[in-house]
């Protein structure tokens, strides 16, 4: 992968993130959202999605969120996430590469 893919996949993998983070309900608890934030600022993407996928478990979260949350997954290569994501929460799917 060239570097220019690289940051491109980088950046879709963050756009992802901050659209399952804008799905959230407004009562999502407040320190794993500073702490989501704090990844997401050192480019920790992992970690952030561990963190709204914990997050995710706590409140009441629709389609949306765990659409961005396998999008997510699989733009980060973590298919072990995608799998479980998309099992667990039915009217989610893998896009095309390109979306």
């Known amino acids: 992968m060239d570097r220019r893919e690289y940051v491109r996949r980088w950046q879709q ?4 993130l901050l659209r399952a983070r804008r799905a959230l309900p407004p009562e999502a608890p ?6 989501f934030h704090d990844h997401l600022d050192e480019g920790n993407l992992s970690d952030a999605l561990e963190v709204l ?3 995710g478990h706590t409140c009441d979260v629709g389609v949306e969120f765990w659409q961005a949350m396998v999008d997510a997954a699989c733009h980060l290569g973590r298919a072990d996430k995608m ?6 929460n039915p009217g ?8």
């Not at 993998?13 to 992802?16: L, Q, Y």
């Not at 407040?30 to 702490?35: A, D, G, N, S, T």
């Not at 989610?92 to 979306?99: C, D």
């Open 13 to 16: 993998v963050e756009e992802d």
């Open 30 to 35: 407040r320190e794993p959202l500073v702490r």
């Open 53 to 55: 996928e914990a997050i």
């Open 83 to 88: 799998e479980r994501f998309l099992a667990s």
């Open 92 to 99: 989610t799917f893998i896009r095309e590469p390109s979306e």
